[in-house]
């Protein structure tokens, strides 16, 4: 079994910055692959960035590369995701998800479904 917390949402204005952080709570070792996924209003949720906390290798889509950075704190078993320069198109509920490394990082994010394990969600508002 494993938990994952997101943390770190807020409302932020266009330009500004935000990291969220992602803490698994439990039987972490089997679910080395990690992501970050987005879902707005009255859209699909998609793949943001993804990252095998085992090799390190990493993806982004491609509006937030350059912006975004995903990194790992493998002690505190903490998945960050640093944001600058959002815009408003990068509002959404940002989702944390954790996989059995099954697939590369790239398809864990382009395919979405299924992942192991969800969290709940936290909201990020950009916003002036």
């Known amino acids: 079994q494993l938990q994952l917390v997101e943390f770190g949402g807020g409302l932020v204005q266009p330009g500004e910055s935000l990291t969220l952080s992602c803490e698994a709570f439990g039987f972490t070792s089997d679910y080395t692959a990690i992501g970050w996924f987005r879902q707005a209003p009255g859209k699909e949720r998609e793949g943001v960035s993804c990252v095998n906390t085992n090799d390190g290798s990493t993806y982004y889509r491609d509006s937030v590369k350059g912006r975004f950075t995903i990194s790992i704190d493998n002690a505190k078993n903490t998945v960050y995701l640093q944001m600058n320069s959002l815009k408003p198109e990068d509002t959404a509920v940002y989702y944390c998800?954790?996989?059995?490394?099954?697939?590369?990082?790239?398809?864990?994010?382009?395919?979405?479904?299924?992942?192991?394990?969800w969290g709940q969600g936290t909201q990020v508002t950009v916003s002036s």
């Open positions: 998800a954790a996989d059995r490394p099954r697939r590369t990082v790239e398809n864990m994010c382009v395919m979405v479904y299924p992942q192991d394990y």
